[in-house]
């Protein structure tokens, strides 16, 4: 059974760092893309980035180049996403999903992320 | 960048009935490339529909998909209560690699 699991809900204050994971299991984790999506309070979903961590290889939307850094342990079949400093605008939940070609097939429960001071 | 519309923006309907929801892209998509996805309050996406009109696994022959070019339509044949959620339109694009979602259609209960 593929499974993707991510870490709990998170409180930060404005300009602190952050690191939230995504574990995944039950499928060939150095083949398959993780993708990270956005879902801010009562909105729709938007597409960050993603990574295969067969390589590392990473690609971000333009919208969030620079602002995050997706990264990957095979070792450990977990995919990372940080922020250095946190703005409150950051405040959503979060989605890892794993890619199938053109798709998402499977994805995490999502992580709250909230950022206040 | 391939812009996704879907319309209408709220779709108001009672079990039973037949739901049609849209989603048109600023330029042509590959139909292999478009995909549908459902989101209940509180729960993460579950693909419904891939490559425009396949259906993945374990969703009811209800749902069908069908489009290509710009204009993609979801259709649910008769709502089930467990139907009435947010639905989203998802395209990708290889060079370079990018995923669009379309910002949503709710379907609710009338």
């Known amino acids: 059974e593929v499974r993707l699991v991510q870490s709990g809900a998170e409180v930060k204050k404005p300009g602190e760092s952050l690191k939230i994971s995504c574990k995944g299991s039950?499928?060939?984790?150095?083949?398959?893309?993780i993708g990270w999506v956005r879902q801010m309070p009562g909105k729709g979903l938007e597409w960050m980035g993603i990574?295969?961590?067969?390589?590392?290889?990473?690609r971000y939307s333009p919208s969030f180049r620079g602002q995050v850094t997706i990264s990957a342990d095979k070792s450990i079949t977990t995919t990372y996403l940080q922020w250095s400093s946190l703005k409150a605008s950051d405040t959503a939940v979060y989605y890892c999903?794993?890619?199938?070609?053109?798709?998402?097939?499977?994805w995490g429960q999502g992580t709250l992320v909230t950022v206040s001071s | 960048e391939i812009v996704l519309t879907q319309s209408p923006g709220t779709l108001s309907l009672s079990p039973g009935e037949r739901a049609t929801l849209s989603c048109r892209a600023s330029?042509?998509?590959?139909?292999?490339?478009l995909a549908w996805f459902q989101q209940k309050p509180g729960q993460a996406p579950r693909l419904l529909i891939y490559g425009a009109s396949s259906r993945a696994t374990g969703i009811p022959d209800r749902f069908s998909g069908s489009g290509s070019g710009t204009d993609f339509t979801l259709t649910i044949s008769r709502l089930e209560p467990e139907d009435f959620a947010v639905y989203y339109c998802q395209q990708y694009g290889s060079t370079p690699k990018i995923f669009t979602f379309g910002p949503g259609t709710k379907v609710d209960i009338k």
């Open positions: 999903a794993k890619s199938f070609g053109a798709y998402f097939d499977y």
């Open positions: 990574i295969y961590p067969g390589d590392s290889d990473t």
């Open positions: 039950g499928y060939t984790f150095a083949t398959s893309w």
């Open positions: 330029q042509s998509v590959n139909s292999n490339y």
